[in-house]
């Protein structure tokens, strides 16, 4: 090995999707399409979103540029296993595609991502998802593009390189992370945020507030051993590229998160909120999130009867963004040892008139749940059906994440997350 392999990394990486944002983007998705010469599309999305009528007029609008378009509206809300193969198997029995356009919320980015994979891969899709989950398997082949058009104010999904779903046998969330799966061109348009009710709002808006958090206080790239170059992965710590979207974010959501909350049509905090959106996936798509993010995935994994107001249908559910913020709180007064001054950063930047007379590591904590409380996310995991009888069973499928541990600023042994688990039962 060469000097220049060994010791601390010295390298950080940073992608993007091409960016088309603003009010009437989404009208244009047929002249893009074009560009990559495509003429025959999926467009994905599910059947609420598909009921506002936005799917269709893109679809419409893609065929104006003599392009075929058939849309799927079978993706499910917090897609699972079962449901991104169903979606497969669509797109499979039904020829070639040369694009693909979703058209919702983080679920159907995350399906179109899996078919978009496996359409141009073989294989099944655990093959794919994230060790020791699944087979940890990287595409042997190009994907083809992907055009993103978020419905939710949150997910970050068109930024990223990340697809997450449930494994329902196994009742834990997982992920496939590959660079291919990033997005081609992501095109957010606020109009079609407008129709998100407020509790959707909150979850998703909680869920940029963390993106956007996590990215800031991660473990920096320079603390990290040297990578080989074919070892380089999306995922590199903390970087000065990320956290100028981050903070750019986290200003943005301190006055957009509750006016879109409070107002749904209120069309300025709805295009900040978009904005804010863009801004923390751009950040966190490069810099990777932590322990927050990693205990979310047991919580929605192994819900038991808990279902949200605002959300469609009546199966048991936490939504993502509601199940990364319960035990914010917590995991950040683990982590503000590591890195206090980015931890105050993240507190003033989202709330410059709070004024914290106390332990400063509680701080940014007690940020989160006035915002939490203002915005109406549950009162700790325990509003959402746990008990401390469950701290194990989650903390077992917290430890499967390594992926996101790996880039917490400060390293969390089992008893570690079971105490933030533990804390985050209830927050006030």
């Given at each position: 090995?060469?000097?220049?392999?060994a010791?601390r990394?010295?390298?950080?990486?940073?992608?993007?999707?091409?960016l088309?944002?603003g009010t009437?983007?989404?009208?244009?998705?047929?002249y893009?399409l074009?560009?990559?010469?495509?003429?025959?599309?999926?467009?994905?999305?599910?059947?609420?979103?598909a009921?506002?009528?936005?799917p269709?007029r893109i679809?419409?609008?893609i065929?104006?540029?003599?392009i075929?378009?058939?849309?799927f509206?079978g993706?499910?809300v917090?897609?699972t296993?079962v449901?991104?193969?169903k979606a497969?198997?669509?797109?499979?029995?039904?020829?070639?595609?040369?694009?693909?356009v979703?058209?919702?919320g983080?679920?159907?980015?995350?399906?179109?991502?899996?078919?978009n994979?496996l359409?141009s891969?073989?294989?099944?899709?655990?093959?794919?998802v994230?060790?020791?989950?699944?087979?940890?398997?990287?595409?042997?082949?190009?994907?083809?593009?992907?055009?993103?058009?978020?419905?939710?104010t949150g997910?970050?999904?068109?930024?990223t390189?990340?697809c997450?779903?449930?494994?329902?046998?196994?009742?834990?969330?997982s992920?496939?992370s590959?660079l291919?799966l990033?997005?081609?061109?992501a095109?957010?348009?606020?109009?079609?945020?407008?129709?998100?009710?407020?509790?959707?709002t909150?979850?998703?808006?909680?869920?940029?507030?963390?993106h956007?958090?996590?990215s800031?206080?991660?473990?920096?790239y320079?603390?990290?051993?040297?990578?080989?170059?074919?070892?380089?992965?999306?995922?590199c710590?903390?970087n000065p590229l990320?956290?100028?979207?981050?903070?750019?974010?986290?200003?943005?959501?301190s006055?957009?998160?509750?006016?879109?909350?409070?107002?749904?049509?209120?069309?300025?905090?709805?295009?900040?909120?978009?904005?804010?959106?863009?801004?923390?996936?751009?950040?966190?798509?490069?810099?990777?999130?932590?322990?927050?993010?990693a205990?979310?995935?047991?919580?929605?994994?192994?819900?038991?009867?808990?279902?949200?107001?605002?959300?469609p249908?009546?199966?048991?559910?936490?939504p993502?963004?509601?199940a990364?913020s319960l035990t914010?709180?917590?995991?950040?007064?683990?982590?503000f040892?590591?890195?206090?001054?980015?931890h105050?950063?993240?507190?003033?930047?989202?709330?410059?008139?709070?004024?914290?007379p106390?332990d400063?590591?509680?701080?940014?904590?007690?940020?989160l749940?006035?915002?939490m409380?203002?915005?109406?996310?549950?009162?700790?995991i325990?509003?959402?059906g746990?008990?401390?009888?469950?701290?194990?069973?989650?903390v077992?499928?917290?430890?499967?994440?390594?992926?996101l541990?790996?880039?917490?600023?400060?390293?969390?042994?089992?008893?570690?997350?079971a105490g933030i688990?533990?804390?985050?039962?209830t927050?006030?």
């Open positions: 090995m060469t000097s220049t392999t010791g990394e010295t390298v950080f990486t940073y992608g993007a999707p091409a088309k944002y009437g983007s989404s009208d244009e998705i047929g893009d074009t560009q990559y010469g495509a003429r025959r599309v999926l467009v994905l999305t599910d059947a609420d979103v009921a506002t009528g936005w269709q679809a419409e609008g065929e104006g540029y003599g075929e378009a058939v849309v509206d993706v499910h917090e897609p296993d449901s991104m193969r497969v198997d669509f797109a499979r029995g039904q020829g070639e595609w040369d694009a693909f979703a058209v919702g983080g679920s159907a980015i995350d399906t179109a991502k899996a078919v994979l359409t891969n073989d294989g099944d899709l655990l093959d794919y994230n060790a020791p989950v699944g087979g940890g398997r990287a595409p042997s082949a190009p994907l083809k593009p992907l055009v993103a058009v978020p419905t939710t997910t970050g999904s068109e930024s390189t990340v997450v779903l449930d494994v329902l046998s196994l009742r834990v969330k992920g496939i590959h291919r990033r997005p081609s061109l095109v957010v348009d606020p109009r079609l945020t407008v129709s998100q009710p407020p509790e959707v909150a979850a998703s808006g909680m869920d940029i507030l963390c956007a958090a996590e800031y206080t991660a473990k920096p320079t603390e990290f051993d040297r990578k080989r170059p074919e070892d380089r992965v999306p995922y710590g903390s990320a956290d100028m979207f981050a903070e750019q974010s986290l200003r943005l959501l006055w957009a998160l509750p006016a879109a909350v409070r107002d749904g049509s209120d069309l300025k905090a709805r295009e900040a909120m978009a904005l804010a959106a863009t801004f923390a996936g751009l950040g966190f798509g490069n810099a990777g999130v932590h322990i927050p993010h205990n979310a995935y047991p919580i929605a994994g192994q819900v038991r009867e808990f279902h949200p107001a605002g959300y249908g009546e199966e048991a559910m936490v993502h963004g509601m990364v914010a709180p917590a995991a950040f007064r683990f982590t040892d590591a890195a206090p001054d980015r105050e950063r993240v507190a003033r930047l989202l709330a410059p008139d709070f004024e914290w106390g400063l590591r509680d701080h940014l904590p007690a940020v749940r006035q915002i409380r203002e915005i109406g996310i549950p009162n700790g325990g509003a959402v746990y008990t401390e009888s469950d701290v194990d069973s989650l077992s499928g917290t430890v499967k994440q390594q992926r541990l790996a880039t917490a600023p400060r390293e969390a042994s089992e008893e570690d997350l688990l533990r804390d985050s039962v927050l006030w």
